[in-house]
């Protein structure tokens, strides 16, 4: 079974900045994208960025310019490092994890409880 933990959430004024970590663990035989979902009260959850094994980023639009995605593959870790935050940012961060059990077995997608993060104005 696999594991997948974020923290780093919280309160923090507009234009500050936060720190999301998230790492995997368990019976992990590889790991292929690891990244970052967001899901605002009455939104549907969107993406916000990935990062895959090869270090490849993408980013939603929203975000570009004020997020940084970055992974420790020998922690099996995934940050997200938050700049310039607005109001909007507010919502429940997800990590999610593409993870293959062993060799044999396919991937499976994987996600954490959430973490609340909330942009005061």
């Known amino acids: 079974q696999v594991q997948v933990v974020e923290s780093g959430g919280g309160l923090v004024q507009a234009g500050g900045s936060l720190r999301l970590s998230c790492a995997a663990s368990?019976?992990?035989?590889?790991?292929?994208?690891m990244g970052w979902y967001r899901q605002a009260p009455g939104k549907q959850r969107e993406l916000v960025a990935i990062i895959t094994n090869s270090g490849t980023t993408t980013y939603a639009d929203s975000v570009k310019g004020r997020s940084t995605v970055s992974r420790d593959n020998a922690k099996n870790t995934v940050y997200l490092q938050m700049n310039s935050l607005k109001p909007e940012d507010t919502a429940v961060y997800y990590c999610?994890?593409?993870?293959?059990?062993?060799?044999?077995?396919?991937?499976?997608?994987?996600w954490g409880q959430g973490t609340q993060v909330t942009v005061s104005s």
């Open positions: 999610n994890s593409i993870v293959r059990a062993d060799s044999r077995n396919g991937w499976q997608s994987y």
């Open positions: 368990g019976t992990i035989y590889s790991i292929n994208s």
